[in-house]
């Protein structure tokens, strides 16, 4: 079991900057990839970022490339998002995610590739 705590939410204006962070906790051995998955309301979940030390890779979203920057901690089971030039387009609940499994090209942005998932945190950025 892995438990995940997001943290870093707010309200933000248009074109600044915010960075959330997310803390895995209990049988975190295991994972292989941690990241973040976004939901604003009446839209499908959104993949954005995630993070694959097993395979080396990181994963980016076509909506926040270039925006947005994700970042594995110095203690082993952590993730930082850092998100610039914020757009109110960028409004939802934001969720840490973590899995076991390897991504791919195929399987990244897909959410039955994360085993766990967080309570989620609200970014809201007016206009």
């Known amino acids: 079991q892995v438990q995940l705590v997001e943290s870093g939410g707010g309200l933000v204006q248009a074109g600044d900057s915010l960075r959330l962070n997310c803390t895995a906790s209990g049988h975190t051995r295991f994972l292989n990839s941690m990241g973040w998955f976004r939901q604003a309301p009446g839209k499908e979940r959104e993949f954005v970022a995630a993070v694959d030390w097993g395979v080396s890779q990181i994963w980016y979203g076509d909506s926040v490339k270039g925006r947005f920057t994700i970042s594995r901690g110095d203690a082993l089971s952590t993730v930082s998002l850092q998100m610039t030039s914020l757009t109110p387009e960028d409004t939802a609940i934001y969720y840490c995610?973590?899995?076991?499994?390897?991504?791919?090209?195929?399987?990244?942005?897909?959410?039955?590739?994360?085993?766990?998932w967080g309570q989620g945190t609200q970014v809201t950025v007016s206009s």
């Open positions: 995610v973590a899995g076991e499994l390897y991504t791919s090209h195929s399987s990244y942005f897909a959410q039955r590739t994360y085993n766990y």
